[in-house]
């Protein structure tokens, strides 16, 4: 059962519903179809609908949602093309690459590492950074930047990365990871 209130704004509103639907959607009976979906969400509101403030831009609101939402899935299964590699050459090097930080991230210098491991690695911002060593936030801006020079160079030489003519990693050398540090006391025979 439609409240008089519903009634009222869909007798108002559906004239210029179904036409911003239409232009929108540039097919008719697909815009017809939103308007159905539209005119049951109203019906759904029930009493609640007469304490809209403004019917006319709820409704345009909720329509504007719909079409959102029929997009979405229409795309979602639209197919890819052909000519769309399902891993990019450029992700696989970036990821392999990832090997080579932690043997690099060892040569640098405590306060570059320091910086590059709490800011990029971990999730501490450089404001926080700024407090933590007692830097002015520019200050802490500056000294991550450096670290991610310094970080950048050494890559570049210590695993020889190459970039392609759009400047992105196409290939490096991987460089042997570090050796395990021997523990206190491993050369001492057990119990002794």
């Keep these: 059962m439609t409240t008089p209130c519903l009634q009222n704004a869909w007798s108002v509103h559906e004239a ?10 540039g097919d008719a009976a697909e815009a017809d179809d939103l308007l159905h979906d539209l005119f049951l969400k109203v019906w759904r509101q029930g009493e609640a609908f007469c304490a809209i403030a403004n019917p006319r831009a709820w409704l345009f609101e909720v329509a504007r949602n719909l079409i ?18 399902s891993t990019e050459p450029e992700e696989i090097a970036v990821d392999a ?3 080579c930080l932690p043997r690099v991230l060892a040569e640098l210098s405590a306060e570059d590492r320091e910086a590059i ?10 404001a926080r950074f700024a407090e933590l060593k ?8 500056s000294r991550v930047q450096r670290a991610r020079r310094h970080l950048r160079e050494r890559m570049s030489q210590a695993c020889q990365v190459r970039f392609d003519e759009a400047g992105r990693v196409c290939c490096f050398v991987p460089r042997p990871p570090l050796p395990a540090p021997a523990s206190a006391g491993a050369d001492e025979e057990p119990g002794g």
């Excluded at 007692?134 to 801006?141: C, I, Q, R």
Aim: proline share 6%.
């Design 97 to 99: 690459l990832a090997s």
């Design 117 to 126: 491991v709490l800011c990029d690695l971990g999730d501490m911002t450089q």
């Design 134 to 141: 007692g830097l002015s936030l520019p200050g802490a801006k």
């Design 68 to 85: 959102v939402d029929r997009r979405r899935k229409v795309h979602r299964h639209d197919p890819l093309p052909d000519e769309i590699a």
């Design 16 to 25: 210029e519903l179904r036409n911003y639907l239409r232009h929108r959607l």
